[in-house]
């Protein structure tokens, strides 16, 4: 059976993704994180690493173990962690991923075919500040300009994937680069079951699990703060999907993926229709604010849903309404 790698296995994405590969039985499911598998994790998992992707040795003895056809690369060290230790995210996001990158291409040249290197980036890669229309949904060559170190390292991956990518190469340019190289640009996201820990739009999700524990919650960023968002769900199927487009319908090998945009107060707002005793108070972190000032308001997708069919089944009351509330509700007993 063929083989797919998942770093950052034991994050809030990786659990996910591994709950449908594993479903769908297609794959050996390999993880590597730098936790402990979760019991379920363990089941899923043909062979699970524990350990760190700056680890040579790890990364030597999981080549030695595997060839994957498919890597998903999730692990990395989210935007306000990144701005706390800003070279220990350089690091992790930056020389952690060239190690998947170059495993992966060595495994290409062991099977002579392109290994598929799922990469996720994300709207950190915009830069907003001086924007005369911020309001606007932002295309993919529009605004890019990081202005944290996150966004700095994701835009490099980026460029490094698109570089050692077959796409768009003659067959002779191919004989030098081995990677089908596909990146998705995420907004916020929002989990029913698990709390993101590190990022900035993290307050989406902090408020209704708060909420729905009965725990205060005092928002990090303005009423006002408005971010583009989508669930789980959706995030698991755009990896899924575009994992499995043709490459000649690809045009590109970044896209945005959308679900809905959002302000803390509308967040704020739905959730307590349904825990309206909740305590949510605002209370603002200056250097968290301005990363999300910075951050675009919208995303346009247009491209993804053109070319590889994207569409995201949950935009906002869907969302909440029939996905996130009920599930929260169940999972606290609330
Ligand atoms: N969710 C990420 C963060 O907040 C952005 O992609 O850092």
Same mark, same amino acid.
């Given at each position: 059976?063929?083989?797919?790698?998942?770093?950052?296995?034991?994050?809030?994405?990786?659990?996910?993704?591994? &709950?449908?590969?594993?479903?769908?039985? &297609?794959?050996?499911?390999?993880?590597?994180?730098?936790?402990?598998?979760?019991? %379920?994790?363990?089941?899923?998992?043909?062979?699970?690493?524990?350990?760190?992707?700056?680890?040579?040795?790890?990364?030597?003895?999981? *080549?030695?173990? *595997?060839?994957?056809?498919?890597?998903? *690369?999730?692990? #990395?060290?989210?935007?306000?962690?990144?701005?706390?230790?800003?070279?220990?995210?350089? /690091?992790?996001?930056?020389?952690?991923?060239?190690?998947?990158?170059?495993?992966?291409?060595?495994?290409?040249?062991?099977? *002579?075919?392109?290994?598929?290197?799922?990469?996720?980036?994300?709207?950190?890669?915009?830069?907003?500040?001086? /924007?005369?229309?911020? /309001?606007?949904?932002?295309?993919?060559?529009?605004?890019?300009?990081?202005?944290?170190?996150?966004?700095?390292?994701?835009?490099?991956?980026?460029?490094? #994937?698109?570089?050692?990518?077959?796409?768009?190469?003659?067959? %002779?340019?191919?004989?030098?680069?081995?990677?089908?190289?596909?990146?998705?640009?995420?907004? #916020?996201i929002i989990s029913a079951e698990s709390v993101p820990s590190g990022g900035t739009s993290d307050f989406g999700p902090e408020m209704l699990h708060a909420a729905a524990q009965g725990k205060p919650y005092a928002c990090f960023v303005k009423p006002e703060a408005r971010l583009p968002f989508m669930v789980m769900q959706d995030a698991v199927k755009a990896l899924l999907d575009l994992s499995r487009a043709q490459i000649g319908d690809l045009s590109r090998s970044v896209y945005n993926v959308n679900g809905f945009s959002a302000s803390a107060a509308e967040i704020r707002e739905r959730v307590l229709r349904d825990f309206s005793g909740a305590d949510l108070s605002y209370e603002v972190v200056p250097f968290r604010q301005q990363i999300i000032d910075s951050w675009p308001r919208d995303l346009d997708d247009s491209a993804a849903r053109r070319d590889w069919g994207w569409q995201p089944d949950y935009a906002f009351v869907k969302a909440f309404e029939n996905l996130l509330i009920p599930a929260v509700k169940k999972q606290y007993g609330a």
């Open positions: 059976m063929a083989e797919v790698l998942i770093t950052g296995a034991n994050g809030e994405i990786g659990h996910s993704l591994i &709950r449908f590969l594993a479903e769908e039985g &297609r794959y050996q499911v390999v993880g590597c994180d730098l936790r402990e598998p979760t019991a %379920e994790l363990s089941r899923l998992c043909s062979r699970f690493y524990v350990g760190n992707i700056l680890d040579s040795q790890l990364i030597a003895e999981i *080549h030695q173990n *595997h060839c994957f056809d498919k890597v998903f *690369h999730l692990a #990395g060290l989210l935007s306000s962690s990144g701005e706390k230790n800003p070279y220990l995210a350089h /690091d992790v996001n930056v020389n952690g991923s060239i190690n998947i990158l170059k495993m992966a291409q060595e495994d290409a040249n062991r099977r *002579h075919k392109p290994v598929v290197f799922m990469f996720t980036s994300s709207i950190a890669v915009y830069g907003l500040l001086g /924007d005369p229309n911020p /309001d606007r949904a932002l295309l993919e060559h529009e605004n890019v300009r990081p202005t944290t170190m996150y966004g700095i390292n994701k835009h490099y991956i980026e460029q490094l #994937g698109e570089y050692f990518s077959v796409r768009d190469k003659s067959m %002779e340019e191919q004989r030098m680069v081995n990677l089908d190289f596909r990146c998705l640009r995420f907004p #916020g």
